[in-house]
């Protein structure tokens, strides 16, 4: 917080304030149990009885009113002020007691002084009246005429915005250019700019292996002859040390040398902050903790080396879920879901999935679909970057080119380069019925997956930058018949951001793939041939849709296929997106793709966002539908598209 050069002698109201964060979260959906009444919102919609909490209820409220007074102020500052005071975004809550009132207006005050200080408004007045009574001159024992709502006046002279001037960095980090902290003559002199050029020099000596750097010295001077902030920082690096022994404390279930040992916080390597945060990302992605925390130690061990301490709290290792998603060109699907995070001490996990599929679309019971399975996963199994996954699925399937039942067998392990580059190989074994346009068929297929994935997208769930690229191939034997074959499939999806907060996402997804050897089309597994079509594919066209056709118009699946999507993601508010997109695809009978009977759907989409992922929903119509095929489609589910 800059301070005040003493020849000056103009004087604001100055006050001691912190830097808080507040983070905002709430449950998707979730049920209120009141003293009279039930109580359901779904995503924040209050749907019916009361959400009032009768242990939340205030003992001897005080009502008020409250008037915000910003003259001088542009919209940005005026909202920023606006979301710092609580009395402004809770005029419904009431005070407890008259001087609880009077404690809530001084908090306020501070808070608002802190947003004048955020926006580099150093010069800034605030005045906070009660009833008329500055509340510097109410005594601690206040009471207020609760005839009505008690009325609280709130008075922000902004001031000048202040520039930074000079700027000095001593000590350890001497040498440093300042400009690349975002510290120069003329720039932002807000206090959160100050505050994180500051943390972002100490992560820069703490890079450099030095665990115990700090800085010793933040001295910020506001000048109110020329509205500038001459800024001042040292730091002390302290020794390079590498890292020591790690302690894990809080397990109970899980084994705590398997923590260590997946952590991979070895003893001796070079100490980085980003090891630490990729430890506990590594260790939070287990599924197994509610919350994990790596602490460092204040001092060093006697051998020079920083210990190490895994905080974890573990979280239920049995849940279930269920879900649900809808098109109308696939019908309604159910799934249901149950699953041990923790099944022998080490993060193993047991899944058993089922799910029932083309609802109300199905003409009669025997063409629904229908599908099961049981999958393991145990992470770490040779080392902490392998994980082996084994698994048991079976599957009826009556998409409108063909019928299928299978059930696959899969055994396989993935390797972990790094934190965005895997690969994966295992053994799987496939038996499938089908009835298809070359009749009744049974096949037995033996394959090798392979597939080499890198993953550099800024978020799983709702991406806004980065990209994600697979490279996949599968060579099969096909027992029955004596067919030998393999399958190339490649993809990429990239997103990014535009605007200062991401107001609009370009994403674009590319992918392909083709089918060698087989001997005739027939020859190779109906569920192996390439179709597309549907939510995931091409919009507009009915699940697997897109295909060669025979001479009876039937659909036959191809050697080759090409699909591309385009959608612009466009934020509306901060829960409520807008998303044209146009998808596109062809399939062809040979292995070169023959791009002479391009399909493309067009169409609009809503997202949703909720805590677990947006929730979509996209409209789409073909621009150029097959004779009796679909008009249009609408597309339901939870997470974006790619």
Do not use: C
């Amino acid at each position: 917080m800059p301070k005040k050069r003493t020849d000056q002698r103009k004087s604001i109201a100055y006050w001691r304030a912190g830097t808080a964060l507040a983070v905002a979260a709430a449950m998707s959906v979730y049920p209120v149990f009141v003293r009279e009444a039930f109580a359901l919102k779904i995503f924040g919609i209050q749907l019916w009885g009361s959400d009032k909490d009768e242990a939340n209820e205030v003992l001897d409220p005080v009502r008020f009113t409250v008037t915000l007074n910003t003259p001088g102020a542009d919209s940005k500052l005026r909202d920023s002020l606006e979301n710092s005071s609580l009395m402004v975004t809770e005029p419904e809550k009431p005070a407890s007691g008259d001087l609880g009132l009077l404690i809530r207006a001084k908090d306020d005050r501070d808070r608002l002084i802190a947003a004048l200080y955020e926006n580099a408004r150093y010069g800034g007045i605030v005045t906070v009246k009660i009833a008329g009574r500055d509340i510097d001159s109410i005594p601690p024992n206040p009471t207020f005429n609760r005839a009505g709502p008690v009325p609280v006046v709130i008075d922000v002279t902004p001031g000048p915005v202040f520039k930074l001037g000079t700027v000095r960095l001593q000590g350890d980090i001497t040498g440093h250019d300042p400009a690349d902290y975002g510290l120069v003559t003329g720039g932002d002199a807000g206090s959160l700019a100050i505050i994180r050029a500051g943390n972002k020099l100490i992560d820069d000596l703490k890079a450099e292996g030095r665990p115990l750097a700090k800085l010793t010295k933040r001295e910020a001077v506001a000048n109110h002859a020329n509205n500038t902030v001459d800024l001042t920082m040292v730091a002390e690096g302290g020794p390079v040390a590498p890292l020591g022994d790690v302690a894990v404390k809080g397990d109970k279930a899980v084994d705590p040398d398997f923590i260590r040992r997946y952590s991979r916080l070895n003893s001796g390597e070079p100490y980085s902050p980003d090891k630490l945060r990729k430890a506990s990302d590594r260790l939070r992605k287990l599924g197994v903790f509610s919350s994990v925390a790596i602490k460092e130690a204040n001092t060093l061990a006697p051998n020079g080396s920083l210990p190490l301490t895994i905080e974890v709290s573990e979280g239920k290792f049995r849940y279930f879920g269920v879900g649900a998603q809808y098109s109308t060109t696939e019908g309604a699907g159910l799934q249901g879901y149950w699953g041990h995070r923790n099944l022998f001490g080490k993060a193993e996990s047991l899944r058993i999935e089922g799910a029932v599929t083309r609802l109300g679309e199905a003409s009669t019971v025997q063409d629904i679909d229908y599908s099961a399975g049981i999958i393991f996963t145990k992470p770490g199994i040779f080392n902490p970057q392998t994980t082996f996954t084994a698994s048991l699925k079976a599957k009826t399937e009556h998409p409108d080119s063909y019928d299928a039942q299978t059930v696959t067998g899969y055994g396989g392990f993935a390797y972990d380069f790094n934190d965005y580059d895997t690969a994966a190989a295992g053994l799987e074994v496939e038996w499938a019925s089908t009835e298809d346009a070359f009749g009744t068929n049974d096949y037995l297929t033996t394959s090798v997956p392979l597939e080499f994935v890198r993953d550099r997208r800024n978020d799983k769930l709702n991406p806004t930058d980065g990209f994600r690229a697979s490279i996949s191939a599968k060579p099969s034997y096909e027992a029955l018949n004596g067919t030998i074959f393999s399958s190339f499939e490649a993809s990429t999806t990239g997103y990014k951001g535009l605007g200062s907060d991401d107001q609009v996402v370009l994403a674009g997804k590319i992918a392909g793939g083709v089918l060698f050897g087989g001997g005739s089309l027939e020859d190779i597994p109906t569920t192996r041939r390439f179709f597309a079509g549907g939510g995931g594919s091409v919009r507009g066209y009915s699940y697997q849709e897109i295909s060669p056709y025979d001479v009876n118009g039937k659909a036959t699946g191809g050697r080759s296929y090409v699909v591309t999507s385009l959608e612009a993601r466009v934020k509306v508010t901060e829960t409520i997106g807008i998303v044209p997109f146009i998808d596109a695809g062809v399939v062809s009978s040979e292995v070169t793709p023959d791009f002479s009977d391009i399909r493309a759907g067009a169409g609009i989409g809503l997202r949703y966002a909720t805590p677990f992922g947006p929730l979509r929903l996209d409209v789409a119509m073909p621009l150029e539908k097959y004779p009796s095929g679909s008009n249009f489609g609408i597309y339901a589910g939870i997470g974006q598209s790619f």
